[in-house]
C-alpha cells in the first residue's frame, strides 16, 4: 500500500528542507518509544518518511512513483524504508558511495540529546572554559550604601606566568598533539540501550588545544596553570544589598587553552546599630520626651553624612514620620531619603509640679 509521507509529517508538499526538519523533529520526540506514550511503529514511520523526503534525489523519485516505486530504488532494499537499526533508523547509506544517502547525524544529535539531558542537547552545550568559583565579602553597613573596593585572597588554580599559559617553555614552538593529530578531540565508539554510536571528547593529551610544547615549561611542567595565591581587587558598587552577588568575568579559575572560569563574590552586610535599608531609603527610630513633642525641639540626627540638625515641629505624634530628603542610599545620579519615625517616650513618675501642670492642660482640654 503506498504511503504518504508528506501526510506523516503533517506538512505540504511543496515543504522547504528546514520544514522537513522541523517536522521530523517534533514527530520523533512524540512518538519515540523510549519515551511515555510513545509509539515504535508510528517512529519508523516518521523515520521513513524523513529519510525520503530529506534526500533531493529519494524525494524526487518518491514525487514521481510514490513510495511503492520502482523496484531496487532503496538500494535493492525495495521501496523506502531500508535496513533497520537503532532504533529504527535507516544507517545502512550514511556514508557516500554506499547507495548516495545521507544523513544529517545533528538531527539525531538534537533529538537524543534533548531526551538525555533535559533537553538541551548539542545546541545548549557550554562551551570548553574553567571552573567557576565563589566566596564571600563582609561589609560594614556604611560601605555597603556608598560602596567601596575591597582586596581578596585566593588560593587556585592560575594562568602560569613563565610561559603565558601556553605550556611551554618560553621561546620553544609547540608541537601538534599526535593523539588527535591535531584536533584537540577523540572521536570513539559508545553503546547505549538503542545501539552503537560514536561520540567525541577533549583529546587528554593536549586537553582540547590540538597542540603540545616542544619543550615543558619548567614552571608549570606543561600544564599552563598552577595552584597559587593571588590577591584580586574588587570595586563594590554602591547601593549593594545584603545577599547580592558580584560576578567577575574570567577571575575564576584557568585552564589550559581556554577562558578562564568566573568569580562570585556574595555581599554580607553587617547590620547598623540605628538605620535600616528599605529600598534607596534609610529607616530610623528618634525617641523623644513627651514636653519635646508637645513644645517641639531641634535635634541632632548622625547621619551616614555627619551630623545635622533637624526642628521637629510641636504637637507631634507618636509614631509621624519626618523626611530628610537626598541623605539616603545612592540610587544612580539621585539619593534616596532618611525616614524618621518619632517615639514619644511616657514618664513612668511624675513630681507633684508635674502633676500640677498637667492637670492644667487637663482644665484646658488639652
Known amino acids: 500500500m503506498a504511503k504518504d509521507y508528506y501526510e506523516t509529517l503533517g506538512i505540504d508538499k511543496s515543504a522547504s528542507k528546514d520544514e522537513i526538519k522541523k517536522a521530523f523533529h517534533k514527530m520523533a520526540h512524540k512518538y519515540h518509544p523510549d519515551k511515555n506514550k510513545g509509539d515504535d511503529t508510528k517512529f519508523k514511520e516518521v523515520n521513513e518518511a524523513y529519510q525520503t523526503l530529506s534526500h533531493d534525489q529519494k524525494r524526487a523519485q518518491y514525487d514521481r ?23 529504527g533508523f535507516d544507517f545502512s547509506g550514511f556514508n557516500q558511495g554506499q547507495g548516495g544517502m545521507e544523513f544529517d547525524m545533528g538531527d539525531l544529535g538534537d533529538i537524543f540529546g ?3 539531558s533535559g533537553g538541551m542537547g548539542r545546541r545548549g552545550a557550554h562551551s570548553r572554559r574553567g571552573r567557576d568559583i565563589s566566596t564571600e565579602i563582609d561589609l560594614d553597613f556604611t560601605e555597603a550604601v556608598f560602596g567601596t573596593t575591597k582586596s581578596i585572597l585566593l588560593t587556585k588554580q592560575s594562568a602560569c606566568e613563565v610561559c603565558s599559559g601556553s605550556g611551554a617553555k618560553p621561546g620553544t614552538k609547540m608541537d601538534e598533539c599526535k593523539t588527535c593529530n591535531g584536533q584537540g578531540q ?5 553503546r547505549s540501550i538503542l545501539g552503537s554510536f560514536s561520540s567525541i571528547k577533549q583529546c ?15 614552571e608549570c611542567h606543561g600544564k599552563g596553570v598552577h ?6 581587587k574588587v570595586a563594590i558598587p554602591a547601593g549593594l544589598n545584603n545577599g547580592e552577588t558580584i560576578r567577575m568575568t574570567g577571575r575564576g579559575e584557568a585552564i589550559k587553552g581556554a ?6 563574590i556574595r555581599i554580607n552586610i553587617r ?47 507618636h509614631g509621624e514620620f519626618l523626611r530628610v530628603k537626598g541623605k539616603g542610599v545612592p540610587s544612580g545620579s539621585k539619593r534616596g531619603d532618611i525616614i524618621i519615625r518619632i517615639q514619644i517616650k511616657m514618664p513612668t513618675k511624675l513630681s507633684k509640679k508635674s502633676r500640677d501642670a498637667l492637670e492644667i492642660l487637663k482644665q484646658e482640654g488639652i
Open 65 to 87: 512513483f510514490g513510495s511503492d516505486g520502482p523496484a531496487g530504488f532503496a538500494g535493492g532494499q525495495g521501496g523506502f524504508g531500508g535496513g533497520q537499526g537503532f532504533g
Open 114 to 116: 534533548d531526551m538525555f
Open 186 to 190: 577523540i572521536r570513539e565508539m559508545k
Open 204 to 218: 587528554d593529551s593536549c586537553t582540547g588545544a590540538g597542540k603540545i610544547p616542544h619543550e615543558k615549561c619548567s
Open 227 to 232: 595552584n597559587k595565591q593571588e590577591e584580586i
Open 259 to 264: 577562558p578562564s572560569g568566573d568569580l562570585y
Open 271 to 317: 547590620p547598623h546599630k540605628t538605620y535600616r535599608r528599605e529600598g534607596a531609603n534609610l529607616m530610623t527610630d528618634v525617641h523623644i520626651k513627651l514636653s519635646d513633642a508637645l513644645l517641639g525641639m531641634n535635634y541632632d540626627l548622625e547621619t551616614l553624612d555627619g551630623s545635622l540638625e533637624i526642628k521637629i515641629p510641636e504637637g507631634i505624634n
